[in-house]
């Protein structure tokens, strides 16, 4: 079965450090274009980061230079290193496998969301 | 950036078709997708590339692009249809790519 977990949310202090795992099974990550998506609570939907097959990456504006986004393709895991957290970056964090034609388009496989609070 | 509208809401009686828009400068151009949440759940994929549905959504789920207006029917709507349905494109116009949401459509049935 094609699944992702995603782990690792909490509570954590303003300007702390959190990172989130994401394991997949039933798919290789580092063949696939993999994406960390956010959802503030009460809120829609924000893309924060994409990670390419090949290994390029990048970052919404509002986490780059904030936030890293991995793999490990020997655990078959998707990382999120997130450091100097924000009080704005408190939500549900949900990896996800993403559709790729002629680009990465749509995201077709969602884990169940991980709970980041940034609080003191 | 790149901005998708969609109404906040929207409300329909069982049996009948609902029809949420997105509304985004030449959308038309765009491949468009369509996400159902409902509450306390991750996001699902219910239209790709505007009018494509993945293995298990129903047929009266479908979607349509033109212009500057995509839409996603959904027709013999039942309650469990109930959901927040989020339009999404890929932008590639900036310096880098970016994966843009709607705002969500909250669909009732009556």
């Known amino acids: 079965e094609v699944q992702l977990v995603e782990s690792g949310g909490g509570l954590v202090q303003p300007g702390g450090s959190l990172r989130l795992s994401c394991a997949a099974s039933?798919?290789?990550?580092?063949?696939?274009?993999m994406s960390w998506v956010r959802q503030a609570p009460g809120k829609g939907l924000e893309w924060v980061s994409v990670i390419y097959s090949g290994g390029s990456t990048y970052y919404a504006d509002s986490v780059k230079g904030r936030f890293t986004i991995s793999r490990d393709n020997s655990k078959n895991t998707l990382y999120l290193q997130m450091n100097s957290l924000r009080a704005e970056d408190t939500a549900v964090y949900y990896c996800a496998r993403m559709v790729v034609a002629a680009a990465p388009d749509a995201f077709d496989i969602w884990g169940q969301g991980t709970m980041v609070t940034v609080s003191s | 950036s790149y901005v998708l509208t969609q109404p906040p809401s929207v409300s329909v009686a069982p049996g009948k078709t609902a029809r949420i828009t997105c509304g985004g400068n030449?959308?038309?151009?765009?491949?468009v997708h369509w996400y159902q949440q409902k509450p306390g759940q991750a996001p699902v994929l219910v239209i790709y590339?505007?009018?494509d549905r993945p293995s298990g959504i129903p047929e009266r789920f479908s979607g349509s692009n033109s212009g500057n207006t995509a839409t996603l029917t959904i027709s013999r709507v039942e309650a469990g249809d109930e959901a927040d349905y989020y339009c999404?494109?890929?932008?590639?116009?900036?310096?880098?790519?970016?994966?843009?949401f709607g705002g969500g459509t909250k669909l009732t049935v009556l």
């Open positions: 039933g798919f290789t990550v580092s063949s696939n274009y």
């Open positions: 999404q494109v890929w932008d590639s116009s900036s310096d880098h790519p970016y994966w843009v």
């Open positions: 590339y505007d009018s």
């Open positions: 030449n959308i038309g151009s765009k491949s």
